[in-house]
């Protein structure tokens, strides 16, 4: 099928990509044509505030719609902002030592200034996984305790705040990534829980944000035993469309990780996952690298809505929960780099920065210059 036909362009809006470099390349602008419903940004596309304000005006204007863009702006050693004019903001763990949701949701203000500043429209924080085992190497201190209900307390606060500020959240990693022992960048974690483990403790922060009405939960690359065996949850029907929507009541985008990462390439084809992540009750996929294997899962999820296999109401229901989120959260092309530094910006890091070393705000206003 043409790229240009109205099937293909309603498929790539289920996908959001990663690119290489600081500008638009041409598998970029294309896949940008062909509909496409957003960009994310690493390390490797941002450099000072000011070139990345750059590049999100670009990718914004090009696309010449509604075009979301998304990083991953937690704080602590996931940030892809650092360095002046950013704040630093320590690990969530922390966070969830004071215990204060007051405290959380300024956080959630802040990230949302500094991210709206220059041009982001979509941060994939909080992590809602609870941090349950020591030995797990992927989460550790990005959670924000190993008491379930802190978790949901604080992270919802925190997504408030983001929200707040016109930046849509994401908690993740549904339906749990804190008891693995492995990295699904890596390899396929699999939790042997039972159900009433699960609703106990991994889920206990996502059915709090559910309740809350937030805007998006991210996909965990894990198998759960209690679930689907053999299936990683973003690709299990039983996790997202039984659980997640039906038990949980969630109604906002569900967005997969990334289906690059090993846990999905080294078992599945990032196409296969494509299809049965829809048919599950995925919205929206990632594929953050390559450019043919993002132009692969559109196609192949345009050959299942042809045949028959995925049907062609879920990539309507798909649509509409991304059409709120962006009626929500779209920003257009604008400038507002001077918003960094402005007296909005000050207040909340200044307060931040006194609330997390204890010291008088004017102490820590003149330490920073």
Request: proline share 5%.
């Amino acid at each position: 099928m043409s790229p240009a036909s109205a099937l293909y362009r309603d498929c790539a809006r289920l996908f959001m990509v990663g690119f290489p470099g600081t500008r638009i390349d041409a598998d970029l602008a294309a896949l940008m044509d062909d509909g496409i419903y957003g960009a994310i940004l690493f390390k490797r596309n941002v450099g000072t505030a000011a070139e990345t304000a750059a590049l999100c005006r670009e990718l914004k204007t090009r696309a010449g719609r509604p075009f979301i863009l998304s990083v991953d702006q937690e704080g602590g050693r996931v940030a892809r902002l650092r360095g002046e004019p950013f704040t630093a903001l320590p690990p969530m763990r922390e966070l969830g030592q004071r215990g204060d949701e007051a405290l959380a949701e300024r956080v959630g203000r802040l990230l949302a200034h500094e991210l709206r500043a220059v041009g982001f429209d979509w941060d994939f924080a909080p992590v809602l996984d609870v941090d349950t085992n020591p030995a797990n190497p992927v989460i550790g201190d990005r959670s924000f305790s190993r008491d379930p209900v802190e978790v949901g307390r604080l992270g919802v606060a925190l997504a408030r705040g983001l929200e707040a500020g016109g930046v849509a959240s994401c908690g993740k990693h549904f339906p749990g990534h804190g008891d693995t022992t492995t990295d699904s960048h890596l390899t396929l974690p699999r939790l042997p829980h039972d159900l009433e483990r699960l609703r106990r403790v991994e889920l206990v922060p996502f059915q709090a944000f559910a309740k809350a009405g937030l805007a998006s939960l991210m996909t965990a690359h894990v198998l759960f035993d209690a679930l689907e065996q053999g299936v990683p949850a973003t690709m299990s029907h039983r996790a997202l469309h039984d659980l997640l929507r039906k038990e949980l009541g969630f109604d906002g985008v569900v967005v997969s990780d990334d289906l690059e990462m090993k846990a999905i390439a080294d078992h599945y084809s990032v196409a296969e996952a494509a299809v049965q992540g829809t048919l599950a009750g995925v919205d929206l996929f990632l594929v953050c690298h390559k450019a043919d294997v993002q132009r692969t899962a559109i196609e192949a999820l345009v050959k299942a809505v042809e045949s028959g296999r995925v049907p062609r109401e879920r990539i309507t229901e798909a649509h509409r929960r991304l059409d709120a989120l962006a009626a929500r959260f779209a920003h257009p092309a604008e400038d507002r780099l001077a918003t960094l530094g402005d007296a909005d910006h000050r207040s909340l890091a200044e307060g931040l920065a006194s609330a997390f070393t204890g010291k008088d705000p004017t102490e820590v206003m003149l330490a920073s210059r």
